[in-house]
């Protein structure tokens, strides 16, 4: 993705057309994972709130009754 148009045509069989669609699909393959990972980031952010939030949340809430 990151590599020259020109290095990328030094390797046989590959030319302008073909460098510019290898970077293209490189890109949208970063541009996925990051998404993913992302998402991914978001996920465990949203279990750890709820479970703050959760049963854990209730329990802590719970054990500050007196006489518990």
Same mark, same amino acid.
């Given at each position: 993705?990151?590599?020259?148009?020109?290095?990328?045509? =030094? +390797?046989?069989?590959?030319?302008? @057309?073909?460098?510019? @669609?290898?970077?293209?699909?490189?890109?949208?393959?970063?541009?996925? =994972?990051?998404?993913?990972?992302?998402?991914?980031?978001?996920?465990? @952010?949203?279990?750890?709130?709820?479970?703050?939030?959760?049963?854990?949340?209730?329990?802590?809430?719970?054990?500050? +009754?007196?006489?518990?």
């Amino acid at each position: 993705m990151m590599s020259d148009i020109e290095v990328l045509c =030094e +390797v046989p069989g590959v030319g302008d @057309k073909m460098a510019e @669609k290898m970077q293209r699909s490189a890109a949208r393959v970063v541009a996925d =994972e990051e998404e993913e990972l992302r998402n991914e980031a978001a996920a465990r @952010k949203q279990q750890a709130e709820a479970s703050e939030l959760g049963l854990e949340g209730e329990r802590a809430l719970f054990m500050q +009754v007196r006489g518990i």
